[in-house]
T-cell receptor
Framework: AQSVSQHNHHVILSEAASLELGCNYS??????LFWYVQYPGQHLQLLLK??????LVKGIKGFEAEFIKSKFSFNLRKPSVQWSDTAEYFC?????????FGTGTRLQVFP | DTGVSQNPRHKITKRGQNVTFRCDPI?????LYWYRQTLGQGPEFLTY????????KSRLLSDRFSAERPKGSFSTLEIQRTEQGDSAMYLC???????????????FGPGTRLTVL
C-alpha cells in the first residue's frame, strides 16, 4: 500500500540549531511531494512542494527540502530554527489526486 | 478572507445523532476534498469532488457518511447515527486541478472538530 513515513515523531531543539526532518514514501511511480505545517491553533499551511525539475526545493520561512528519488525521500531542512517554528510538520505525497500524509513530526523550539 | 472556510468549527453531539458540516472552498477552485484527522495522525483522505462530481470515496467512508457538492461550489459532509469512533477533526481542502494533471496544490480550511459523547 502507498504510505508515507515520518520517523521523527517529536523533535526538541534550541533556537539557532539546524533541523532535518525525515520523510520517506513507498510508491514506485511518479509522485508530487509536499510539506505542510500546522502552527498551534492554526490550520494546515503549505510549506513547500516538489512537482518536477530541481530536486532542491525552497519554501517559505527559510525551509528547503531535497527530493532523492533513489531513496524515496523528501527530507525537510532549515539551517537555523526559531522559536516561531514550533509546530507540527506533515509530509505528503499524491500518487493520485488525493494526498497521503505521514503521521507528522512535532517540533518544539526553545529560546 | 478568501481562504477555505468550514462551519461549524466545533460540534458536540450524542451518539446516534446526525451531524452535517459545511465547507466553502476558495472561489475559483474546482476541486474539493474531505479529510479526517485523529489525534497523533496525519489527515486521511475521505472523498473528493471535481466540480459537482464525486470522483473518489475512501473505504474509510462508511455508509453512514455522505458528501455532496450540488452546484460545484460549497460542499456538505453528513454523518448519520454518529459513533464515538467518529470523533475527529474533519478537514476540507480545495484546489484548481486540470483533468489528467496532478499538479494542483490543496489549500486547507480550519477544520470542524467533532466530539461524539
Amino acid at each position: 500500500a502507498q504510505s508515507v513515513s515520518q520517523h521523527n515523531h517529536h523533535v526538541i531543539l534550541s533556537e539557532a540549531a539546524s533541523l532535518e526532518l525525515g520523510c520517506n514514501y513507498s510508491y514506485g511511480g511518479t509522485v508530487n511531494l509536499f510539506w505542510y505545517v500546522q502552527y498551534p491553533g492554526q490550520h494546515l499551511q503549505l510549506l513547500l512542494k516538489y512537482f518536477s525539475g530541481d530536486p532542491l526545493v525552497k519554501g517559505i520561512k527559510g525551509f528547503e527540502a531535497e527530493f532523492i528519488k533513489s531513496k524515496f525521500s523528501f527530507n525537510l531542512r532549515k539551517p537555523s530554527v526559531q522559536w516561531s517554528d514550533t509546530a507540527e510538520y506533515f509530509c505528503a505525497v499524491n500518487p493520485t489526486d488525493k494526498l497521503i500524509f505521514g503521521t507528522g513530526t512535532r517540533l518544539q523550539v526553545f529560546p | 478572507d478568501t481562504g477555505v472556510s468550514q462551519n461549524p468549527r466545533h460540534k458536540i453531539t450524542k451518539r446516534g445523532q446526525n451531524v452535517t458540516f459545511r465547507c466553502d472552498p476558495i472561489s475559483e477552485h474546482n476541486r474539493l476534498y474531505w479529510y479526517r484527522q485523529t489525534l497523533g495522525q496525519g489527515p486521511e483522505f475521505l472523498t473528493y469532488f471535481q466540480n459537482e462530481a464525486q470522483l473518489e470515496k475512501s473505504r474509510l467512508l462508511s455508509d453512514r457518511f455522505s458528501a455532496e457538492r450540488p452546484k460545484g461550489s460549497f460542499s456538505t459532509l453528513e454523518i448519520q447515527r454518529t459513533e464515538q469512533g467518529d470523533s475527529a477533526m474533519y478537514l476540507c481542502a480545495s484546489s484548481f486541478g486540470l483533468a489528467g494533471a496532478r499538479t494542483d496544490t490543496q489549500y486547507f480550511g480550519p477544520g470542524t472538530r467533532l466530539t461524539v459523547l
